[in-house]
């Protein structure tokens, strides 16, 4: 069990970007909204090539406005499925990848790490000095040598997160199972929740899921929980939580009220991310409606399913709180502010 044994309220920030650099889909014709910006297929009068690329997998650009002289306020925040696919959109939207002040991972799965290695190669590149590393933050599992058991007995080995190969391209590693404060403690903007506790019925994990031990890969033991599952959380003066997830995999319920549980807010002004509720006729299809029912509860202003939500939950989604939902799709900024 997960304790929470100090106060770690973090403070109030006027403004959050959040700009989708890789997800399931991509559309060019969606327009503007209070809350999202849109990218254009038009530049200099020319429908603008190539377009951005969708995959099974997830990135996004977190920027916060400095209210103070420093560095600290703009971070990856997962790398998406391809070894290029970030990287490729990322050119296409004009955003700098050097610039940034470091990548967090939201957990150890290759859908959301296998652009990593060219993203730090594309980084160490543009940096003048060798020592001005990119620093990664991530759950020390999230290294961990990882296969999936099919029912039928069928075995899949998941591609692996290469600690050294990361360092030796110029990567410092922070691990970590608890609360993060980014940049600092002393002068938070965001928080990392690190390990989230599962405490609903009805989020069950990734019981397919099992780990090599140090030995053998012969030898597998059960990783169900996926306990590298870490969310983002902002706290907007007036508005309340900006909740980003990546795949939920620790229950995008749990990752609610873990949240407010850290922070000592309720209010919860928006979730983005990854819910993992795809229609498979199992545990995550059985856990929509529950969730749902939850979302009702917690009455968030704005809910937006990415990734692995699935379209039979997000369809659910815009029945039941249409006015809360927004669409997403690669390029789409997402701003929320005071």
Known sequence: MISVTEDLTIPEIDQISITILMDNSTDLLLTNSEHAIRPTFVRNGKVALPPPVAEHGFSALITIPKFEQGTGN????????????????????????????????????????????????????????????????????????????????????????????????????????????????????????????????????????????????????????????????VNISDKGLVILTGCSHAGVINTINYAKKITGINRIHAIIGGFHLPADGGIYEAAIEPTLKEFQRVQPDYLIPCHCTGWKATNRIIEIMPERFIQSGVGTTFKFSS
């Open 74 to 233: 703009s971070f990856l925040f997962d790398a998406g499925v391809s070894e290029n696919g970030v990287i490729h959109n990322a050119d296409i939207f004009l955003i700098d990848l050097s610039k940034i002040d470091g990548i967090i991972l939201s957990h150890g799965h290759f859908d959301h790490f296998a652009g990593l290695v060219n993203i730090i190669k594309r980084i160490s590149s543009s940096r003048k000095a060798s020592t001005d590393n990119i620093d990664v933050f991530t759950h020390p599992d999230a290294f961990l040598r990882r296969w999936e058991i099919f029912p039928d007995g069928k075995r899949v080995k998941f591609p692996i997160l290469d600690e050294q190969q990361l360092q030796q391209l110029g990567a410092r590693i922070h691990k970590s199972t608890g609360v993060r404060y980014l940049p600092s403690k002393e002068s938070p903007l965001l928080t990392i929740t690190g390990e989230i506790p599962r405490e609903t019925s009805f989020e069950k994990g990734f019981p397919y899921q099992y780990t090599e031990d140090s030995k053998s890969e012969k030898n597998l033991i059960p990783d169900p929980l996926i306990r590298d599952d870490q969310a983002i959380v």
